[in-house]
């Protein structure tokens, strides 16, 4: 089975680094682009600081990557 694009869902915890690693090393394995995605299920409104809080966090996470991310996004609510 070939992936095109492969997204990761992270906590923005510590275990989230091993998650990504894992969908790297697939990543370049199958030449897929990579995404990676924070979902904040607990909040409905973000104060525009909070959001970018997160963002950078998941930013932190992406340019830590030994890959290049394609997009990264925070989202709120659930989906």
């Given at each position: 089975m070939s992936y095109g694009h492969i997204l990761v869902?992270?906590?923005?915890?510590?275990s989230s680094k091993k998650v990504i690693d894992k969908a790297v090393?697939?990543?370049k394995d199958e030449k897929s682009k990579l995404s990676l995605v924070y979902v904040d299920v607990d909040k409905i409104i973000l104060e525009l600081k909070e959001e970018?809080?997160?963002?950078?966090?998941?930013q932190k996470l992406a340019d830590e990557c030994d890959y290049e991310v394609h997009d990264s996004k925070?989202?709120?609510g659930d989906l």
């Open positions: 869902a992270v906590d923005l915890t510590d090393s697939l990543a970018r809080k997160l963002q950078n966090a998941l925070v989202v709120i």
